[in-house]
């Protein structure tokens, strides 16, 4: 396993619509744990394939909402989909591609994606609050979507140093 470069907005590769995956073979495996690695090296919640230079359509999102004593886990989600939302949340919002920014996304309060495993199972998962606002963001990714479109605005340097 390894830690790949995030790839930084500017990079056209950012912009781009991926491709489903169709091989559910060894060297997505290893493009999974990889994006594991870098995620946890660099502090984010999501990380999307295309953010370390990947065009197709897989992201990993850490589960953050877990009864107290269980630990967090990383959701692996292949050719996601989101087919259910419900309800409504308004908060910052940042990305690994864009180090130091923010903005206020809304976003649904809950999700419910479809979407295969590393092995090509189809499996659902339900996200709320913040795994539902990753989801969606993640998501967006894989459709050359980064958050600053969806912001309705996005916070100053005085806001960023109130925090
Ligand atoms: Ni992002």
Known sequence: MAIRNIVKKGDSVLEKRCRPVTEFNERLHILLDDMKDTLLNSGGVGLAAP???VLRRAVI????NVPEGEQEHIIELI???IIEQEGEQTGPEGCLSLPGKYGIVTRPNRVRVRAQDRNGDFFEADGEALTARCFCHEIDHLDGILFPERAERMLSPEELADD
């Open 51 to 53: 953010q370390v230079g």
């Open 79 to 81: 050719n996601p989909e």
């Open 61 to 64: 999102v850490i589960e953050t």
